[in-house]
């Protein structure tokens, strides 16, 4: 290795040598040229370097002595900043990387990767791991060696010492999806705080309904998604609402308020766990459900653009539980003080047209916004005419709708976007996540490169986002600004371009057909049915019980069924 080393440096310039063995840089540290630098690999602090004969560990507390050979050392990240039992990071970093400037020597940080399981203080977000690195300047490193160069690039081009600005509230909007959802359980306290510090220009509320006619914010109608309700007592309320989902659930309509609040518990999402990925598992069950009411409440108070107030089972509601959403809505903004005001916008969404045919109807001061079918790859004109009549957006889809997929592989970029932008719809995109799982393998496993696609690509009005803080770091980036000066790592990547690569070797992935259109049929609707009266025949869910009402013994079988595979699922799981 030696001799092959002194024969390429004749004709190419080689800039750095890393080994971990300190041997074999002592032996050609005298014949490379002056500008090369040798960097010392250190491995597991219990393993030897044969070529001296002592361990890693000894080495690291020998640093003067590395000094004497190379001019660099090179150490796994957990060297610099160790890693609890439970993938969190310790509460301060070690002092190697003072201790190796101290004694003259170039500190570099290995085994950095997109599609990793890195410690959960990252949020899954590889490009703030490096910013821990790089930016701190107790403890920054020199350099760092990367699987994923475009995120290293970026984070050290455009990303590192961003000023801590003012929230500007411009478009795209950041949106956050059930409060921070990615750090948070869905909907609580501590998802909506968190997503209001992390720069969150509107926070959403999906609109539920309690036993006793109690507006909250959930995730799920079925408490069995996003709570401990399985837990406890209530589990024996389960029950099939056939209008809702074919599986038996716990709805929060079988029980009050008081019943949620005061005896369940959150659970924070896990939308990736198929592929074994878990959020944030100190936080699983922390935080507080909210009512409508204190979440208008937080909105008005806080530096917010505004809220957004999702509406759904708009229909089964009304002529089942005898309970207008739509009104009950309107109701609770006004007793909010939101109709008295413009400093804070209200948008409304909602995949039931009804639901804004009415609110149309109504003449609401409230932005109204369409939620599209997923799935679709087009939108035919008739269509677009027809969401026009009641909508002012739409929401799209990004995982299912604006690219042609296959394999995680794009193949092409449908025609959805330029169509709805050019009829004058206000266009927000849909869910946007950190885990590396989540993405197409075209943006490289990292959440900041499909942002920054998007960016570039559409003229979005708003990003929809379980991680606010990764969207408002973005729009704060320092090379997006820079017109034909903007490096290559921060252009928008070239769509489709890895499933040209394996066509090259034929190995490209299955080819894909087009996705259907959206027609004028797909989006027309019945208007809402008439509001059954409460408590009476009618008025409680066709297939199921009233309300906060025992199970009867069918649905208890049911129940116990569901409950029972649902518990085994879980054990294979683990």
């Given at each position: 290795?030696?001799?092959?080393?002194?024969?390429?440096?004749?004709?190419?310039?080689?800039?750095?040598?890393?080994?971990?063995?300190?041997?074999?840089?002592?032996?050609?540290?005298?014949?490379?040229h002056r500008k090369t630098k040798l960097v010392f690999s250190f491995l597991d602090k219990a393993l030897?370097?044969?070529?001296?004969?002592?361990?890693?560990?000894?080495?690291?507390?020998?640093?003067?002595?590395?000094?004497?050979?190379?001019?660099?050392?090179?150490?796994?990240?957990?060297?610099?900043?160790?890693?609890?039992?439970?993938?969190?990071?310790?509460?301060?970093?070690t002092s190697i990387v003072a201790e190796a400037h101290s004694a003259g020597l170039e500190i570099y940080a290995s085994d950095f990767a997109n599609d990793r399981i890195i410690p959960y203080n990252y949020s899954y977000?590889?490009?703030?791991?490096?910013?821990?690195?790089?930016?701190?300047?107790?403890?920054?490193?020199?350099?760092?060696?990367?699987?994923h160069p475009i995120t290293a690039s970026g984070a050290i081009g455009c990303f590192a010492?961003?000023?801590?600005?003012?929230?500007?509230?411009g478009e795209p909007l950041i949106i956050s999806h059930n409060g921070a959802s990615g750090d948070y359980p869905d909907c609580t306290d501590l998802a909506y705080h968190s997503a209001i510090n992390d720069g969150a220009d509107v926070i959403d509320c999906p609109v539920q309904v309690t036993s006793d006619g109690t507006l909250m914010c959930m995730s799920s109608v079925n408490l069995l998604d996003t709570t401990n309700v399985q837990r406890t007592p209530?589990?024996?309320?389960?029950?099939?609402?056939s209008e809702i989902q074919a599986t038996p659930g716990v709805f929060t309509f079988n029980l009050t308020w008081d019943d949620i609040n005061s005896s369940i518990q959150p659970k924070i999402s896990s939308p990736l766990s198929r592929y074994y990925v878990v959020r944030n598992p100190r936080y699983t069950n922390q935080g507080k459900f909210l009512k409508l009411s204190d979440f208008l409440a937080m909105g008005m108070d806080k530096d917010l653009s505004g809220v957004m107030?999702?509406?759904?089972?708009?229909?089964?509601?009304?002529?089942?539980?005898?309970?207008?959403?739509?009104?009950?809505?309107?109701a609770a903004l006004n007793a909010a003080g939101y109709d008295n005001q413009t400093a804070k916008g209200v948008l409304i969404q909602s995949k039931d047209s009804a639901v804004l045919v009415k609110l149309k109807q109504q003449k609401t001061k409230c932005k109204l916004v369409y939620t599209l079918p997923s799935g679709i790859g087009d939108v035919s004109t008739s269509s677009l005419e027809a969401v026009k009549k009641f909508a002012d957006a739409v929401v799209v889809d990004k995982d299912n709708s604006v690219f042609t997929s296959s394999l995680d592989f794009i193949i092409r970029q449908n025609n959805l976007m330029k169509d709805l932008q050019s009829s004058g719809l206000a266009?927000?995109?849909?869910?946007?996540?950190?885990?590396?799982?989540?993405?197409?393998?075209?943006?490289?496993?990292?959440?900041?490169v499909e942002i920054n696609y998007y960016f570039q690509s559409f003229n979005l009005s708003g990003i929809i986002t379980d991680f606010p803080k990764t969207v408002r770091r973005y729009k704060k980036n320092t090379c997006t600004g820079l017109g034909n000066d903007m490096p290559n790592y921060m252009q928008a990547v070239p769509i489709g371009a890895l499933d040209q690569l394996l066509q090259k070797f034929k190995a490209q992935p299955p080819s894909m057909p087009p996705m259907p259109t959206l027609n004028a049929s797909d989006v027309v609707e019945t208007p809402l049915p008439p509001v059954a009266p409460r408590n009476e025949p009618g008025g409680s869910p066709r297939g199921a019980e009233t309300p906060g009402a025992p199970p009867s013994d069918t649905h208890k079988a049911t129940a116990s069924t569901g409950i029972l595979f649902v518990m085994v699922f879980t054990a294979l799981l683990i």
């Open positions: 290795m030696r001799n092959y080393i002194l024969s390429i440096q004749k004709n190419v310039s080689v800039h750095y040598i890393s080994s971990p063995e300190l041997g074999f840089l002592q032996n050609i540290s005298g014949r490379v030897l370097d044969n070529s001296i004969h002592r361990t890693y560990g000894s080495l690291l507390s020998n640093l003067t002595f590395v000094k004497s050979i190379a001019s660099g050392i090179m150490v796994p990240k957990s060297y610099i900043w160790p890693v609890t039992k439970d993938n969190y990071l310790q509460q301060a970093p977000d590889p490009l703030a791991e490096y910013l821990n690195f790089i930016s701190d300047g107790g403890f920054s490193v020199d350099g760092v060696l990367s699987e010492n961003l000023n801590s600005s003012k929230t500007d509230h209530f589990s024996s309320r389960a029950s099939v609402v107030i999702i509406i759904e089972n708009a229909a089964f509601l009304a002529k089942s539980l005898g309970i207008d959403i739509v009104d009950s809505v309107n266009v927000y995109a849909q869910v946007f996540r950190n885990e590396f799982v989540s993405q197409p393998l075209d943006f490289f496993s990292d959440e900041t």
